[in-house]
């Protein structure tokens, strides 16, 4: 059992916590009895962390067949973990990458977010998407890590299941859109047309911008259309993760029978 805050493997379990880290070793860490079930047979697994506290309740030989497991004494796991209630299990997971060529194709649904920063609100972007059928989300350069621990939280698990595009160049990805019959609409203030009365049935995909400074003119430049939401209320604008859920459910009632 390793009990000391020097061992290597502590040390490395801590630096995750930081995006140059991650970004160095391609790896993230699943925290959580739920998040570490959810990890597809398809994603590598380095390793997994065990509190003393969980190896003693749980049998934890099922997962020595799958990669390296270490068992830590329950204060230091407490130390490791970003959760406030660690629940004793977690696992160092090697990043999926996707390439736009792979997931973009004719007659899809996708969400592309410019510069997002909020980790909340992407979390919760992705597991809206996720939920309505989304075939893909896109994130461009300038967004908050997919793989800040804030973010993985909040996609409940959605993180997994739906192809998700980092870093990307907005121009390439809305050229490679269109060459595939997707009309890409940028949620924006200076909308003239309302969600709703788009026609979403065919491929489509909404453009999402910053939290403070909305979608940037070159991006907007980048759509088909300018739509907006309305808001009789009178409020300037949405949260973005809210707008993303308004928009997403318009397209899912187009698309779908219930």
Same mark, same amino acid.
């Given at each position: 059992?390793?009990?000391?805050?020097?061992?290597?493997?502590?040390?490395?379990?801590?630096?995750?916590?930081?995006?140059?880290?991650?970004?160095?070793?391609?790896?993230?860490?699943?925290?959580? @009895?739920? &998040?570490?079930?959810?990890?597809?047979?398809?994603?590598?697994?380095?390793?997994?962390? &065990?509190? !003393?506290?969980?190896? $003693?309740? %749980?049998?934890?030989?099922?997962?020595?067949?799958?990669?390296?497991?270490?068992?830590?004494?329950?204060?230091?796991?407490? *130390?490791?973990?970003?959760? *406030?209630?660690? #629940?004793?299990?977690?696992?160092? /997971? #090697?990043?999926?990458?996707?390439?736009?060529?792979?997931?973009?194709?004719?007659?899809? &649904?996708?969400?592309? +977010?410019?510069?997002?920063?909020?980790?909340? %609100?992407?979390?919760?972007?992705?597991?809206?998407?996720?939920?309505?059928?989304? !075939?893909?989300?896109?994130?461009?350069?300038?967004?908050?890590?997919?793989? %800040?621990?804030?973010? @993985?939280?909040?996609?409940?698990?959605?993180?997994?299941?739906?192809?998700?595009? #980092?870093?990307? !160049?907005? *121009?390439?990805?809305?050229?490679?859109?269109?060459?595939?019959?997707?009309?890409?609409?940028? $949620?924006?203030?200076?909308?003239?047309?309302?969600?709703?009365?788009?026609?979403?049935?065919?491929? /489509?995909? &909404?453009?999402?911008? %910053?939290? +403070?400074?909305?979608?940037? !003119?070159?991006?907007?430049?980048?759509?088909?259309?300018?739509?907006?939401?309305?808001?009789?209320?009178?409020? *300037?604008?949405?949260?973005?993760?809210?707008?993303?859920?308004?928009?997403?459910?318009?397209?899912?009632?187009?698309?779908?029978?219930?």
């Amino acid at each position: 059992m390793i009990e000391s805050s020097q061992n290597k493997i502590i040390k490395e379990i801590k630096s995750l916590s930081e995006k140059k880290y991650r970004d160095r070793t391609n790896t993230f860490i699943a925290d959580g @009895l739920r &998040f570490v079930s959810e990890i597809p047979e398809s994603m590598k697994v380095e390793k997994m962390i &065990f509190s !003393d506290g969980f190896a $003693a309740k %749980n049998d934890i030989s099922r997962y020595m067949k799958r990669c390296e497991c270490y068992v830590v004494s329950n204060r230091l796991f407490k *130390e490791i973990s970003e959760t *406030e209630n660690p #629940q004793g299990i977690m696992a160092v /997971c #090697q990043k999926i990458n996707f390439d736009a060529e792979e997931i973009i194709k004719d007659g899809g &649904f996708y969400i592309i +977010a410019e510069e997002m920063n909020d980790p909340g %609100n992407l979390g919760t972007v992705i597991r809206t998407a996720y939920a309505a059928g989304a !075939d893909g989300i896109v994130l461009s350069k300038g967004s908050v890590d997919l793989y %800040n621990p804030k973010v @993985l939280r909040s996609t409940m698990g959605a993180v997994f299941k739906i192809p998700i595009i #980092q870093n990307a !160049d907005l *121009e390439y990805i809305t050229s490679v859109m269109k060459s595939k019959n997707i009309n890409v609409y940028a $949620a924006h203030l200076k909308g003239n047309t309302y969600h709703y009365d788009l026609d979403l049935k065919g491929g /489509c995909a &909404f453009m999402l911008g %910053n939290e +403070a400074r909305g979608l940037s !003119d070159k991006a907007a430049k980048m759509c088909d259309r300018l739509v907006k939401i309305p808001m009789p209320g009178g409020a *300037e604008s949405l949260n973005a993760s809210v707008a993303a859920a308004v928009l997403i459910y318009e397209a899912v009632r187009q698309r779908h029978e219930f």
